[in-house]
Every structure is written in structure tokens, then in C-alpha cells.
């Protein structure tokens, strides 16, 4: 079962989720895990995931939904890896503002 954190919204800078999304596939959905990182992440902090190629590329359309900014790169030891790296940016936005993020 999927719990919040017990931490106050808006806490990290930063958070780093090596392989939490195929640890947890049978627990919770990308879209709970990426939900409470909003919460707990602050505007403009960022996320670092390593996973699969495949969780990553849901996590990266989920994260585009919620208007982060993301960037997935090859694994440090070469793009014959399945496991990836995507980097996430929680953006600082207000009503009206229809910039997109980036690949």
C-alpha cells in the first residue's frame, strides 16, 4: 500500500530514485510515487530517476503532464544499457504560463 511521506510539503531540493519505480510497481502507481514527489519537491528542485528504459519513458510522459521540465541520457556505460537516466525539474509556474518542457 502507498503512504505519503511524513514530511512537510515542499522540503527537498533534490531527490534521487534509483530503480524506486520497478521496486514499487506492485505497490503503487508512477502516477502516486510522481504525485507525492510534487508535493514534497519544491519549485525547481529536481529529481534524478534511474530505472528501466521502459518505467522511464512512463515517468518522463507523466512528468511532462505535470509540467516538469526532463531530459533522459544514456546509462555512464553506454547507450547498449536498458537502464537509463532521466532528469526532472519541478518548474516555478503561475496561471497563464504555456511554455514546454524540453527534451
Given at each position: ?8 510539503p515542499r522540503t527537498y531540493d533534490l531527490i534521487h530514485a534509483n530503480g524506486l519505480f520497478s521496486l514499487y510497481k ?78
Amino acid at each position: 500500500r502507498c503512504e505519503a511521506f511524513s514530511t512537510y510539503p515542499r522540503t527537498y531540493d533534490l531527490i534521487h530514485a534509483n530503480g524506486l519505480f520497478s521496486l514499487y510497481k506492485n505497490e503503487c502507481t508512477a502516477e502516486d510515487i510522481l504525485l507525492e514527489m510534487d508535493r514534497i519537491l519544491r519549485p525547481e528542485g529536481a529529481v534524478i530517476f534511474r530505472d528501466q528504459v521502459g518505467v522511464l519513458k512512463q515517468v518522463k510522459r507523466l512528468a511532462k503532464a505535470m509540467r516538469w521540465n526532463t531530459k533522459m541520457v544514456d546509462h555512464e556505460d553506454g547507450p547498449l544499457i536498458s537502464e537509463k537516466v532521466l532528469y526532472a525539474v519541478k518548474r516555478y509556474w503561475v496561471a497563464g504560463d504555456n511554455t514546454t518542457s524540453t527534451d
